[in-house]
């Protein structure tokens, strides 16, 4: 009777502990496919995100068909005036200030079909400098000491339709400016962020096949948002961002140093 009572409790000892590594396994595997599907997730959000900002900055086709090409193609031109002997066009002349010398640069004869009115330029302190532009000719003023040179940043698009903001400016061509190739550089445009920001959320979402995200582009020196599109961001998901420093037009064609941040969940 003693052997046949003990045998009873190595039995049940022996069902507890399957139960026991049974509820272990389950639980473990829980986990697994828990973490597996959390990961699956992270990692889908992390295409879409990565599929977002990689297609900002293209120029491909319209709002309709490419809700996130915003990019556009622009160009950036350096322009050196040097206020020494070997650069007055008059070599009789004796180095002096030149408080309105007058500096020009034609888009033709460098070989550039130009939207004149996306033009700004910036002298070495990143000012804009007001401008004057006849047909395809760019002039404004510069006041430069004798003995010194002044950098100034000449951008323009090819493709975009800003207000004119072309002044009347007067002074002294006594200096022949050095100007350096013209460089391209990728922007997002102006035109484009408007676009979007008219374009409804559920349809760029259809569009995109994106599940929810939040495109939000930021100016890097006032960390003032240009541009918040999408969803709020929820307090609690899987959440993927990334961010990116980028070139951006303002209402002014003004090209400013900002950065992109995409959040997808």
């Given at each position: 009777?003693?052997?046949?009572?003990?045998?009873h409790i190595?039995?049940?000892?022996?069902?507890?502990?399957?139960?026991?590594?049974?509820?272990?396994?389950?639980g473990f595997?829980?986990?697994f496919?828990?973490?597996?599907?959390?990961e699956s997730?992270?990692?889908?959000?992390?295409?879409?995100?990565?599929?977002?900002?990689?297609?900002v900055?293209?120029?491909?086709?319209?709002?309709?068909?490419?809700?996130?090409?915003?990019?556009?193609k622009?160009?950036?031109?350096?322009?050196?005036?040097?206020?020494?002997?070997?650069?007055?066009?008059?070599?009789?002349?004796?180095?002096?200030?030149?408080?309105?010398?007058?500096?020009s640069?034609?888009?033709?004869?460098?070989?550039?079909?130009?939207?004149?009115?996306?033009?700004?330029?910036?002298?070495?302190?990143?000012?804009?400098?007001?401008y004057?532009i006849?047909?395809?000719?760019?002039?404004?003023?510069?006041?430069?000491?004798?003995?010194?040179?002044?950098?100034?940043?000449?951008?323009?698009?090819?493709?975009?339709?800003?207000?004119?903001?072309?002044?009347?400016?007067?002074g002294?061509?006594?200096?022949?400016?050095?100007?350096?190739?013209?460089?391209?550089?990728?922007?997002?445009?102006?035109?484009?962020?408007?676009d979007?920001?008219?374009?409804?959320?559920?349809?760029?979402?259809?569009?995109?096949?994106?599940?929810?995200?939040?495109?939000r582009?930021?100016d890097?020196?006032t960390?003032q948002?240009?541009?918040?599109?999408?969803s709020?961001?929820?307090?609690?998901?899987?959440?993927?961002?990334?961010?990116?420093?980028l070139?951006?037009?303002?209402?002014?064609?003004?090209?400013?140093?900002?950065?992109?941040?995409?959040?997808?969940?």
């Amino acid at each position: 009777m003693k052997k046949k009572g003990a045998s009873h409790i190595d039995y049940m000892i022996a069902i507890s502990m399957m139960i026991i590594i049974l509820a272990i396994l389950v639980g473990f595997l829980n986990s697994f496919l828990s973490n597996l599907r959390h990961e699956s997730e992270s990692s889908a959000s992390s295409t879409e995100a990565i599929s977002v900002l990689s297609g900002v900055l293209y120029e491909r086709g319209n709002i309709s068909s490419r809700p996130f090409d915003m990019g556009t193609k622009a160009y950036k031109i350096f322009l050196v005036v040097n206020n020494t002997q070997p650069y007055y066009t008059n070599r009789s002349l004796i180095a002096a200030n030149q408080p309105s010398e007058l500096v020009s640069i034609n888009y033709t004869k460098l070989g550039y079909i130009a939207d004149i009115n996306s033009t700004v330029v910036y002298n070495e302190n990143n000012m804009s400098v007001p401008y004057s532009i006849s047909s395809d000719a760019l002039s404004f003023v510069a006041n430069i000491a004798s003995g010194n040179s002044m950098l100034f940043t000449v951008y323009f698009d090819d493709d975009s339709n800003f207000t004119s903001r072309s002044v009347a400016v007067s002074g002294y061509d006594n200096l022949t400016e050095i100007v350096y190739p013209a460089e391209e550089v990728m922007v997002v445009k102006y035109n484009k962020i408007i676009d979007i920001n008219k374009t409804s959320y559920s349809l760029v979402k259809n569009i995109s096949g994106i599940s929810d995200f939040r495109l939000r582009v930021i100016d890097a020196t006032t960390n003032q948002t240009f541009l918040d599109y999408g969803s709020p961001t929820p307090t609690k998901a899987n959440i993927v961002a990334l961010q990116r420093r980028l070139l951006y037009q303002n209402s002014t064609a003004g090209i400013v140093q900002g950065k992109i941040i995409i959040q997808t969940w």
